[in-house]
């Protein structure tokens, strides 16, 4: 089985979000099951000199967006045992960030368009494409539209993976013909609103789409959670299904990970000098028996932040407990916590930053982790937080509803503390609850031995695509 992955962006090449722990860890587990699996990425002047000086030229050739022909520079390099190429163009790719130019529409047009054009100058003749978000949605289009006569691309199947319905990628009906190259026909299949609907296109040309969950799978059927989609969506049933994310539990790992204060398994007096280093470092009182909560999460409205600023300072106010935020994101938000961190200074530390080290330092050192968001496709932040048995209170929606299951007293079962309702109240009341069983020792071990012990690797999830690849080439 032959699979090439298409994204927008890639760990540990250059990150925005969640996409990119998805590009730099799934690979790796298809791989270890079998799959000659390879990653394209656009060459992106943010990626760090360390792996830019790594990769190798393969070829030059040019690329057609719409009427003009554009240059495209090949690179590769291996990384950790999977082949990563880069598609090299300065006019498109070498300025500061990855998204947000208003030519989007033309950048994207061509990355889509290049990944079906260098597949014969690297000499890689995949099975199955495998598409992520928006930025990748219309190579499937493209495909059928420009490739599917040619031979060498006549038995190409394509899978779809919406990370976040929310980014559609919606741009002027003139981009179909201007920039894909496409004529009327296949209007109907990316119309939106008189637009052209990039990821529409993905979910309508693709031979199955999945999405990162299978709570957030039935959530985008509905109106509220499908954005003008959830029609087409259940027209698609059939062929949509929601797979989990997983993490790389090699990378995310507490007994070896070396950005941390103390290494450990899963023992909490370790864990506890985390703690103690955690509130040191960040000019906290020491004091190992307060429970802490940590955040990790950009601080933008849907991660639940106003039910948190709703409710944070009574309970600062009330409670026995120490806050740890770490994000960036919103102006009001981070203006927020920096004059909460002002009147509560023994009580939250609000880091308005960018740190893998803290955010490791955060999963290792907190009690408790809060993720009270308006809807989270899977969420990666709950999965690394039980890993380093950080018990996770979360609202039960999309992939947290999939992954943190409420700890319940009489059986000893569960992993997390949950709430149904977008309510602030019912946030506080569970995290509340959270708190009163980390000063019941025997619940506590019990809910983090169930946080330690629980698998969150990609071993599963990534059996699931590989039936997915199989069904749809006659593999299976």
């Known amino acids: 089985m032959k699979v090439l992955f298409a994204a927008a962006e890639g760990h540990p090449f250059i990150k925005t979000g969640g996409l990119a722990d998805v590009i730099g860890a799934l690979p790796k587990a298809l791989k270890e099951a079998g799959v000659d699996v390879r990653v394209i990425l656009p060459k992106y002047r943010g990626i760090p000199e360390k792996y ?144 052209v609907n990039f990821l529409k296109g993905g979910i309508v040309f693709s031979d199955h789409v999945t999405t990162v969950s299978p709570t957030y799978s039935q959530e985008i059927r509905t109106p509220h959670f499908g954005y003008g989609l959830d029609g087409l969506l259940n027209d698609r049933a059939d ?47 020491v004091a190992p028996h307060i429970p802490l909560v940590g955040m990790v999460t950009r601080l933008v409205d849907s991660k639940g932040l106003d039910l948190v600023t709703r409710v944070l300072d009574e309970m600062l106010y009330f409670d026995t407990v120490q806050f740890v935020v770490l994000g960036t994101g919103d102006e009001a938000y981070e203006r927020w916590f920096r004059e909460a961190a002002w009147r509560y200074p023994t009580k939250l530390s609000a880091q308005i930053r960018f740190s893998d080290e ?4 955060i999963y290792a050192g907190s009690d408790l982790f809060l993720m009270p968001s308006k809807f989270e496709p899977c969420g990666i932040s709950q ?74 690797s990609w071993d599963v999830s990534a059996q699931e695509y590989i039936d997915i690849y199989k069904k749809i080439t006659g593999q299976g």
């Open 52 to 195: 830019r000086l790594q990769m190798e030229p393969v070829k030059v050739i040019e690329v057609p967006v719409g009427w003009r022909n554009q240059y495209c520079g090949i690179e590769r390099l291996d990384h950790e045992g999977v082949p990563v190429y880069f598609i090299d163009n300065e006019y498109y790719f070498g300025r500061d960030g990855i998204y947000g130019y208003l030519d989007d529409a033309e950048r994207f047009s061509f990355y889509n368009r290049a990944v079906l054009e260098v597949l014969p100058a690297i000499d890689f003749q995949p099975d199955v494409l495998h598409c992520h978000d928006w930025h990748a949605a219309v190579i499937p289009m493209l495909l059928e539209g420009h490739y599917r006569n040619n031979p060498f691309y006549s038995n190409i199947r394509t899978v779809f993976t919406i990370h976040n319905l929310l980014y559609q990628g919606v741009f002027p009906f003139e981009v179909l013909g201007d920039l894909l190259g496409l004529d009327g026909s296949f209007f109907l299949g990316v119309e939106y609103y008189g637009n």
């Open 383 to 456: 999965l690394l937080a039980l890993r380093y048995g950080s018990v996770p209170v979360v609202r039960e929606t999309g992939g947290l509803n999939d992954t943190v299951h409420s700890y319940n007293e009489e059986t000893g079962e569960g992993n997390g503390f949950t709430f149904r309702d977008y309510n602030a109240h019912d946030m506080m009341n569970t995290l509340r609850r959270g708190i009163s069983f980390y000063n019941k020792p025997e619940h506590w071990k019990r809910v983090t031995r169930n946080a330690f012990t629980g698998d969150y």
């Open 239 to 285: 062929h949509l299904s929601g797979i989990v994310n997983g993490i790389d539990t090699k990378a995310y790992n507490p007994a070896t990970d070396s950005k941390i204060f103390t290494k450990y398994r899963n023992n909490l007096n370790k864990k506890t000098e985390n703690k103690i280093g955690l509130q040191q470092e960040l000019g906290l009182p």
């Open 358 to 361: 803290l955010s490791r330092k």
